[in-house]
């Protein structure tokens, strides 16, 4: 196949292909979940502060981070609609549509890590025209503490909204618990490991000085288990596929399909491990040698951003079989014959 008189093969004009195709929706399903990631390491960090000095003052730049992650999802969200100025109506359905209630979820978690990020920007003292004395700072600061724990409910809630709008029956892949999985593992291979980085970046202007190694160390852990989550929502998507062929649960030929698109792109996911990996290793790179660790902790983010933008333009080809039988012959031809190879995780 040939793209701009270049020639490339099947698999990587595939990945090309879906990541442009899907990359509103992989932009916010990877930002919103990381948000919540930000989030909870910075809660983390407040009740450590509280506990040891009895101060925290907000962790501003975990709020901005996690405000920034928000409002690029939402963006992207509202830009893959048809008419993104009409927005605002797809909550007129938040009774009975998952999707409704999406949007009106992430709006809350997104006006609540506002909150957070005023409230802690006031704390800190960052805005030379909001000064505060130390008791109101103290004040401002357990405020900010309860906001973000609301905040990482919110969020949470969020990530379980977004998992069960995409559980259809006419897409037999996404008809299942793993996603959930999934985006719990974007909020620690994207959202933890974006936070420790800041970290790494700024910890003498944190309110608890945590040593490069112990973020480092979360990081790499956060990392291991993230693949591990989709693995085993990898595994139990091709399990639970295959039972139900066994069963005889396959209209019109759309539970085989899927489960060939789940195989066929196994190759891809099998990068984005591999990225993930790189990008733990970039990350102790970034401890043991400390004058290249801007460069270090970037490349790691950049390794993050694109096994996550893999992972999840693998989601969308391997649970999309009608999308992707049209464009990519393999998948087309098993659909067409009605077979689809059988594997039990």
Known sequence: MHDGGRFVSNGEYKLKTMIVDELPLIAFTTCAPAALGVAFVALVEGIVAFSSTGLWFGG??????????????????????????????????????????????????????????????IASGTLPFARVDA????VLGWLSLCVC???????????????????????????????????????????????????????EYMDVPLSP???????????????ALDKYASNARMHRLSLEIDAGASPHGRVPAALSCVVTWQAERGYGFALSFSAACFIVLACLVPAFRI????????????AQAMLRAAFYGFCNPSRTASRFPMCRQTQARGQSPRLHA
């Open 295 to 306: 460069i270090a902790v970037v490349l790691a983010m950049l390794c993050v951003l694109v």
């Open 60 to 121: 501003w730049r975990f709020a901005a981070l996690a405000v920034v992650f928000t409002t690029v999802g939402m963006l992207a969200s509202v830009m893959h609609l048809a008419k993104p100025l009409r927005a605002p109506r797809s909550l007129a359905n938040v009774r009975s549509s998952w999707l409704s209630r999406e949007i009106f979820v992430v709006s809350a978690f997104w006006g609540m890590l506002v909150v957070w990020l005023a409230l802690a920007l």
């Open 135 to 138: 008791f109101t700072a103290l």
């Open 149 to 203: 724990t609301v905040a990482c409910v919110v969020g949470l809630l969020l990530v379980f909204v977004i998992a069960r709008a995409y559980r259809v029956m006419g897409q037999p892949g996404w008809n299942g618990p793993e996603t959930l999985f999934e985006l719990l593992a974007v909020a620690l291979r994207v959202g933890v490991v974006a936070a420790c980085c800041l970290v790494l970046l700024a910890a």
């Open 213 to 227: 190694w112990i973020a480092a160390l979360i990081s790499v852990v956060c990392i291991g288990v993230a693949i």
